[in-house]
């Protein structure tokens, strides 16, 4: 009894995560159609940064040695002009928890993509112009990844 009831249980926080994560598809989906119609316009890279960070960890050194995990942040500062007043931001995408799932790969990409002084498009709102971003789609391949494999997890441990 306990065991069918653990992957229920199981089962259930699965398919949540992968609802939510559909969620999150959705809400990218919405934005990325809507910032079809805003305003893009010439700015400028004021300063473009990837920053290596390395983490270690010791499990077990007499047995599986050290591991350390790489990742990366990318930090771009970009300035532009609007109606004649100058903004500036530091916005990858219109939603923030895109970062989240901008792989390293990702990031180096763009560290090669926008440089110093670069004069690239950015997008924003005319009711937002000081929101403005750098990247007009958000990557939704990643977490539509995660959604169906999530719910097919929660199925699976759901209907044994």
Do not use: H
């Amino acid at each position: 009894m306990t065991e069918s009831l653990f992957e229920f249980v199981l089962g259930i926080i699965f398919m949540v995560s992968g609802l939510v994560f559909i969620i999150l598809v959705s809400i990218n989906l919405y934005y990325n159609e809507k910032t079809k119609n805003w305003n893009f316009l010439k700015g400028k890279i004021l300063n473009s940064n990837l920053v290596k960070k390395e983490t270690n960890y010791s499990l077990d050194i007499d047995e599986y040695g050290p591991s350390t995990e790489v990742t990366y942040n990318q930090i771009i500062d970009f300035e532009y002009e609007f109606e004649d007043n100058r903004y500036s931001s530091n916005k990858l995408y219109y939603l923030n928890f895109n970062n989240w799932f901008t792989s390293n790969k990702m990031k180096k990409s763009l560290d090669k993509k926008y440089e110093k002084g670069e004069i690239v498009d950015i997008y924003l709102n005319r009711n937002e112009p000081g929101n403005a971003f750098l990247i007009d789609k958000a990557p939704i391949n990643l977490k539509l990844i995660y959604a169906v494999i999530c719910f097919s997890l929660g199925v699976f441990f759901w209907w044994n």
